[in-house]
């Protein structure tokens, strides 16, 4: 069934369909007893698949990767496909449109997507007063980042403003300095910086009444080396653990036109082609580390085996997102389904 909606939405704008469909969503879920039939179509509910994670406890281990909710004006309703937790974000601390327009392709003979968004969100205010609405029992995590126009030098002020202004309304934090849409984000990455950031925000975490857990998304463009920093800086920082992976900018091996792959151009690549690299990187942190910290692992998830080789390459908790959008929310149960027969 999904296979056919799918099909018709692919004929149009990637952009446009995103907005379409969580509309639809919305009017959906709004008619009496839509909730109810959608918690029967795609709920697992096992008290075997509840899973804590740096204090805290998820219903499942299946969430919805940031990028999806940008503004937090959808958690709600995706709630009902059967998600674990939700990642809203990335924020910054003011509205910035993102990069022009078009900005988002799919690249449908590999099952991937391409986007070069470039963070547009309304800004932490206003995913604050969506936050404000949140009416089902869901872990949130705040993906956060800085503003285009803030110089690397000043972007620790970024994160500051956005943390101590999620802080009331979101269960986990998710520092985004991977993002390869933002001129000059990745260079965040480098050791020093990253390691003056994350320490700034853990100072400022544990002056809080409870602190929260603070995750790193990194990029799966990470070199050996750099992912040894990666297990130092978290061990240093004494952050919660990381999100492996963000989006890559290889073009490696892909099936699609190199016309079209070249014609689309910059942007961070998802879905399949991500997939072994992501897991390649969730082992060697893990490995790396004795499992020291959690891992939550996303990149190419698109089937329950795809999500069990995440696991066992040492991810505590998945997430999805190109997926979720080429396989439909039946993913989410099958996924579920899948981890919990091997509980």
């Not at 972007?155 to 986990?172: M, Q, R, S, T």
Request: aromatic share 8%.
């Amino acid at each position: 069934m999904y296979g056919l909606i799918r099909s018709i939405l692919f004929r149009f704008d990637p952009e446009k369909v995103h907005y379409f469909t969580v509309r639809l969503l919305k009017i959906t879920l709004s008619i009496p007893g839509a909730k109810w039939i959608f918690k029967k179509l795609f709920f697992v509910e096992d008290k075997k698949l509840e899973t804590t994670v740096a204090g805290l406890k998820f219903k499942n281990p299946v969430g919805l990767a940031a990028g999806f909710d940008k503004n937090a004006t959808m958690f709600n309703e995706m709630y009902y496909c059967g998600f674990g937790f939700i990642e809203i974000g990335t924020v910054t601390p003011v509205g910035q449109p993102g990069n022009e327009k078009p900005r988002l392709f799919r690249l449908k003979e590999d099952s991937g997507i391409i986007n070069r968004m470039g963070f547009n969100n309304e800004g932490v205010e206003v995913a604050i007063e969506n936050l404000k609405k949140k009416n089902i029992d869901l872990i949130i995590g705040g993906n956060i980042g800085k503003n285009k126009n803030t110089p690397n030098e000043e972007a620790d002020n970024d994160y500051k403003i956005c943390f101590n202004a999620l802080f009331p309304y979101v269960d986990y934090f998710v520092v985004n300095v991977s993002s390869p849409n933002t001129p000059n984000l990745r260079d965040l990455q480098e050791k020093e910086p990253l390691t003056k950031l994350l320490k700034l925000l853990m100072e400022i975490n544990s002056s809080k009444e409870n602190s929260k857990p603070i995750f790193l998304k990194i990029a799966p463009d990470l070199t050996d080396s750099q992912l040894d920093d990666i297990v130092e800086i978290v061990q240093d920082s004494k952050i919660s653990g990381v999100i492996a992976t963000n989006t890559t900018i290889s073009r490696e091996n892909l099936k699609s036109n190199k016309e079209l792959v070249e014609k689309i151009g910059a942007g961070g690549l998802s879905g399949k082609p991500v997939r072994k690299r992501s897991t390649e990187v969730i082992k060697y942190l893990s490995d790396k580390s004795n499992k020291s910290f959690p891992i939550i692992g996303v990149g190419g998830i698109h089937s329950e085996e795809d999500a069990l080789e995440k696991i066992n390459a040492g991810a505590d908790l998945i997430q999805v997102y190109s997926g979720f959008i080429y396989e439909g929310p039946g993913l989410i149960k099958k996924i579920n389904k899948a981890i919990l027969a091997k509980r």
